[in-house]
């Protein structure tokens, strides 16, 4: 099949062609997607097939550039991201929270996504996706006409693909880099609650396992080096690609502060003018907790708003981010030092999957306990590239 173009628009020659002759793993049902498109519905796909399958519930993803911004299972969709969509969060299908649960992890990044969808995609769902920046869509089946529905959106231009949910891939995986081709095995150690069997610390919660468990899924399909937080079934930070861990935890758990500080009563509070677009209202409120506006931005902020906002105090900020608990944090490589358990810390961190066997796992383990920690040592490196 003949792709729009390659990584960049100057790459036009591009195509993509099944391992084995005559069998795909996807079918495209409308539109003509690129390279990049085709790894993100490929590596999507994946994850939240793996996340549903482990975990019994659907699950969605959010990529952008072959990494998720943002992932979750079915669950309860809470009024902030109830407010922003015009939905009543209690009257929301499974897929359709799935979704905006997922997309709302990081909404900035989310803006032109992939969606990924477990399940087959619904009347209600096709209708949100139709309402939403976002440039594609795979999932295993599609509704009787949710396919034309989708296939208006970008004047004809988005990618709606189907999923083989019956496909099963090689054992072997390969790819060409520089005049060599690269061949591995495909990691097929299946992700189950067996991993999280030896904790030090405590005990792990049901829902922290499960939370856990979505994290390994997650990080499966990002780029490493990978962390991720999650929290109720959802992300709330992933930290992809970074050379340094600690950096990694450091901008997810910045993505935590600012999931949170969404639901500040100032950051509610903010009264945006009648015509102001949803995506605009979610750059400016994460502007507006971010804090460090340019002149530039404070004047246009200012025009967006029909009220002055009111300022967000740094004791506000830290009183409010306390409030956070519960959170899950899963690293796809051993944890090196312990200034990762203590960052992790400060964005209510009080679980924490890796797979150990670092030379300072024993000061990892006493960071654990020394914050409460509970921590399961998985044994299983989970690096993507």
């Known amino acids: 099949m003949e792709l729009r173009y390659g990584t960049n628009p100057q790459q036009a020659a591009a195509h993509v062609a099944p391992v084995t002759h005559g069998r795909w793993p996807v079918r495209v049902l409308h539109g003509q997607p690129s390279f990049i498109n085709m790894l993100d519905a490929l590596n999507g796909w994946q994850l939240v097939r793996e996340a549903s399958q482990s975990l019994g519930r659907p699950a969605a993803a959010s990529f952008k550039h072959v990494s998720p911004a943002g992932a979750a299972l079915s669950g309860p969709v809470d009024d902030v991201t109830a407010e922003l ?64 529905t989708l296939s208006k959106k970008k004047n004809g231009r988005f990618l709606v693909v189907e999923a083989d949910a019956t496909f099963v891939p090689p054992p072997f995986e390969e790819r060409e880099v520089f005049g060599l081709r690269l061949t591995q095995a495909r990691d097929e150690v299946q992700l189950s ?28 399909y990002t780029q490493s080096n990978s962390v991720c937080y999650v929290r109720g079934g959802m992300t709330l930070g992933i930290g992809a690609g970074q050379q340094s861990r600690v950096d990694c935890t450091r901008l997810a758990g910045a993505k935590v502060d600012t999931w949170w500080l969404r639901r500040h009563p100032a950051v509610r509070g903010l009264a945006f003018r009648p015509g102001i677009r949803r995506q605009d209202r979610i750059n400016w409120q994460i502007r507006f907790i971010e804090g460090d506006l340019t002149p530039d931005e404070t004047g246009r902020l200012a025009q967006a708003l029909s009220t002055p906002a009111e300022e967000l105090t740094v004791d506000q900020r830290e009183k409010w981010r306390r409030r956070l608990t519960g959170v899950a944090f899963a690293s796809d490589g051993a944890l090196p030092f312990r200034d990762n358990v203590d960052h992790a810390h400060r964005h209510g961190v009080e679980y924490i999957a890796e797979p150990g066997g670092s030379v300072r796992s024993d000061e990892v383990e006493a960071a654990c306990r020394e914050h409460r920690i509970t921590l399961a040592r998985t044994g299983l490196r989970l690096f993507h590239h």
């Not at 209600?124 to 009787?144: H, K, M």
Request: glycine share 14%; with cysteine; charged share 15%.
């Open 85 to 148: 969509y015009g939905l009543a969060g209690d009257r929301v299908g499974d897929l359709t929270s799935a979704y905006l649960r997922a997309r709302d992890a990081d909404p900035k990044s989310s803006y032109g996504d992939f969606a990924a969808l477990s399940h087959p995609v619904d009347t209600e769902l096709a209708e949100l996706l139709a309402g939403v920046v976002c440039d594609g869509v795979i999932a295993p089946g599609y509704a009787p006409g949710t396919v034309a």
């Open 193 to 220: 609650a067996a991993l999280l069997g030896h904790t030090v610390g405590g005990s792990l919660p049901q829902t922290a396992a499960d939370d856990l468990m979505l994290g390994l899924a997650v990080l499966r």
